[in-house]
């Protein structure tokens, strides 16, 4: 049975290894940026960084660092735009928007994930069957 855990990162608690602890898995930073923004439509980067904690895909989630990062490269490969929001009050903030350029990336992440996601189930089996073989021949 996996024992619960506590995310180091603060996250919940977690049933099973936390992914934090697993090594340096890829945390799908840009997909996930994305793909965050495709579903605000035109967002500020606090609202993305808000809305990306609710897809990341490991334990770990994404820092609002790594999410300005994404942002910036994102929007230097033509995926998508910004322009300056200056209200009354308070500083101006960027506004981003997925340009057409931006909708064909995710459609080309959409069909990276999937072929990803069934080399990792392969992968997984491949785990779980040697351990548990493993484990027979320990026994």
Same mark, same amino acid.
């Given at each position: 049975?996996?024992?619960?855990?506590?995310?180091?990162?603060?996250?919940?608690?977690?049933?099973?290894?936390?992914?934090?602890?697993?090594?340096?898995?890829?945390?799908?930073?840009?997909?996930?940026? =994305?793909?965050?923004?495709?579903? +605000?439509?035109?967002? $500020?980067?606090?609202?993305?960084? *808000?809305?990306?904690?609710? &897809? /990341?895909?490991?334990?770990?989630?994404?820092?609002?660092?790594?999410?300005?990062?994404?942002?910036?490269?994102?929007?230097?490969?033509?995926?998508?735009?910004?322009?300056?929001?200056?209200?009354?009050?308070?500083?101006?903030?960027? =506004?981003?928007?997925?340009?057409? +350029?931006?909708?064909? $990336?995710?459609?080309?992440?959409? *069909?990276?994930?999937?072929? &990803? /996601?069934?080399?990792?189930?392969?992968?997984?089996?491949?785990?779980?069957?040697?351990?548990?073989?493993?484990?027979?021949?320990?026994?």
């Amino acid at each position: 049975m996996p024992k619960i855990r506590e995310c180091r990162r603060g996250g919940p608690p977690w049933d099973g290894p936390c992914t934090c602890e697993m090594g340096n898995i890829y945390r799908f930073a840009e997909p996930v940026v =994305l793909l965050a923004l495709a579903k +605000l439509k035109t967002a $500020h980067g606090y609202q993305i960084v *808000a809305e990306v904690q609710n &897809l /990341a895909v490991t334990h770990a989630g994404l820092d609002s660092g790594i999410v300005y990062r994404i942002l910036r490269r994102l929007e230097n490969a033509g995926h998508l735009v910004s322009t300056w929001d200056v209200p009354g009050r308070g500083p101006a903030r960027r =506004l981003y928007t997925v340009t057409p +350029l931006g909708w064909e $990336h995710l459609q080309e992440w959409a *069909a990276v994930l999937e072929q &990803l /996601a069934n080399s990792l189930q392969k992968l997984a089996g491949q785990c779980r069957a040697t351990a548990n073989a493993s484990t027979a021949c320990i026994d």
